[in-house]
T-cell receptor, first 112, second 114 residues
Framework: QQQVKQSPQSLIVQKGGISIINCAYE??????FPWYQQFPGKGPALLIA?????SEKKEGRFTISFNKSAKQFSLHIMDSQPGDSATYFC???????????FGIGTKLQVIP | KAGVTQTPRYLIKTRGQQVTLSCSPI?????VSWYQQTPGQGLQFLFE???????NKGNFPGRFSGRQFSNSRSEMNVSTLELGDSALYLC???FGQGISDTQYFGPGTRLTVL
């Protein structure tokens, strides 16, 4: 049973374009929603995170949008660059890093 | 500051054997979590240790176990290996368990079961 549904599983975006990855969750007890970036051969690295009392959080070219009533959240990568090519995971947890539930992942390829 | 280290990086075992994986967290970190990553299931939480105590456990069979030592280093053990246990096993550490404690992942141990 996948508690965090992520789409699409793969994404190809032109350099300079906007990459959008969507996630939906079921458990309303989740109160922390991090996004991770993983390059081949490396472990995931925290990219940006949001709590449900905030509707949007921006860090540089990365923005999380959060819709609590719809139980959905998304990652927008503005001005996508080839160096952004990686697998992105949305995740959710209750009270921090206890028992984090991950989405299936989105493999992003940014082409020149 | 050195990152999370995992040993070995690659491992090949046969069905029925057991395996022990090791994780050294970032110095000063007391929380260590383990995850299994496979193409089909993605990243799945195995268990989390804080100050030598298992605080949380995922939905894995009892063949998967772990422990944490007084220096925060952690090991996980898988007994009676099955083909489906082939995966990348990731360890992550954080100073604490709270939301403000960033979790740092190691590079993983790639386990292949033949």
């Amino acid at each position: 049973q996948q508690q965090v549904k992520q789409s699409p599983q793969s994404l190809i975006v032109q350099k300079g374009g906007i990459s959008i990855i969507n996630c939906a969750y079921e458990n309303t007890a989740f109160d922390y929603f991090p996004w991770y970036q993983q390059f081949p051969g490396k472990g995931p690295a925290l990219l940006i995170a949001i709590r449900p009392d905030v509707s949007e959080k921006k860090e540089g070219r990365f923005t999380i949008s959060f819709n609590k009533s719809a139980k959905q959240f998304s990652l927008h990568i503005m001005d996508s660059q080839p160096g952004d090519s990686a697998t992105y995971f949305c995740a959710a947890s209750i009270g921090g890093y206890q028992k984090v539930t991950f989405g299936i992942g989105t493999k992003l390829q940014v082409i020149p | 500051k050195a990152g999370v280290t995992q040993t070995p990086r690659y491992l090949i075992k046969t069905r029925g054997q057991q395996v022990t994986l090791s994780c050294s967290p970032i110095s000063g970190h007391r929380s260590v979590s383990w995850y299994q990553q496979t193409p089909g299931q993605g990243l799945q939480f195995l268990f989390e240790y804080f100050s030598e105590t298992q605080r949380n456990k995922g939905n894995f069979p009892g063949r998967f176990s772990g422990r944490q030592f007084s220096n925060s280093r952690s090991e996980m053990n898988v007994s009676t290996l099955e083909l489906g246990d082939s995966a990348l096993y990731l360890c992550a550490s954080s100073f604490g368990q709270g939301i403000s404690d960033t979790q740092y992942f190691g590079p993983g141990t790639r386990l292949t079961v033949l």
